[in-house]
């Protein structure tokens, strides 16, 4: 008797799973990884329902995989910056001049909106939704700068992080750009406000 045949169950059974195939498989290969795989995929080829359980969630996987890269493609446009960052101010005034100038542009529509879609299409939850992803990401991307900031400030040129700190001194610094990032909101919350001329 083969292997595969001593594997085939009677037509009364319930359908084989992947798992239990498995297992089979190893018990047959003596608990030999290479045999047991040799012999499931012969199996496998030869049952389409066992075929399509082991495929199904891979093909699915890979669709998925192929529309989020698709929507992060679209996306990469607006979020890909040029190798040299300006510094912060430089950047907040760019950010500031760029809508001013483009308050009015077609081109505002085009932005892409979490979850997929465009602005020009957006209905108030979507916008609202928006406005939340974006504020969280720029808190983190804020707190990171800072943290950062205070990385390089405590590292000698020509070492790595890696040999002048250990995680606890990381941890310490990340809480300080946490605790710097808000004072500096709470300071901006408190200015006064200028009053026109």
């Known amino acids: 008797m083969t292997r595969t045949a001593a594997l085939k169950r009677p037509e009364d059974e319930e359908p084989q799973?992947?798992?239990t195939v498995a297992r089979e498989c190893l018990a047959k290969s003596d608990?030999?990884?290479i045999a047991a795989t040799e012999l499931m995929v012969r199996t496998v080829e030869k049952d389409s329902g066992l075929y399509r359980a082991l495929h199904d969630p891979l093909t699915r996987a890979a669709c998925y995989d192929a529309v989020s890269q698709?929507?992060?493609s679209t996306r990469s446009a607006v979020w890909n910056a040029?190798?040299?960052?300006?510094s912060s101010i430089a950047l907040r005034g760019r950010v500031i001049d760029l809508?001013?100038?483009t308050i009015n542009s077609l081109?505002?529509?085009q932005l892409p909106i979490p979850g997929g879609g465009w602005l020009r299409d957006a209905e108030r939850p979507a916008v609202l939704?928006?406005?939340e992803f974006y504020g969280k990401q720029s808190k983190d991307m804020g707190e990171k700068e800072r943290w950062l900031q205070l990385i390089a400030q405590h590292l000698p040129n020509g070492k790595t992080?890696?040999?002048v700190m250990d995680e606890a001194r990381l941890r310490e610094l990340q809480a300080e750009a946490i605790k710097n990032g808000t004072t500096e909101q709470r300071r901006v919350r408190r200015a006064p406000k200028q009053r026109s001329a």
């Open 129 to 131: 939704a928006s406005k």
């Open 107 to 109: 081109m505002n529509f």
């Open 31 to 33: 608990g030999n990884l």
């Open 82 to 86: 040029p190798l040299a960052q300006p």
């Open 161 to 163: 992080v890696g040999q």
């Open 17 to 19: 799973t992947p798992a």
């Open 99 to 101: 809508a001013r100038g």
């Open 70 to 72: 698709q929507i992060r």
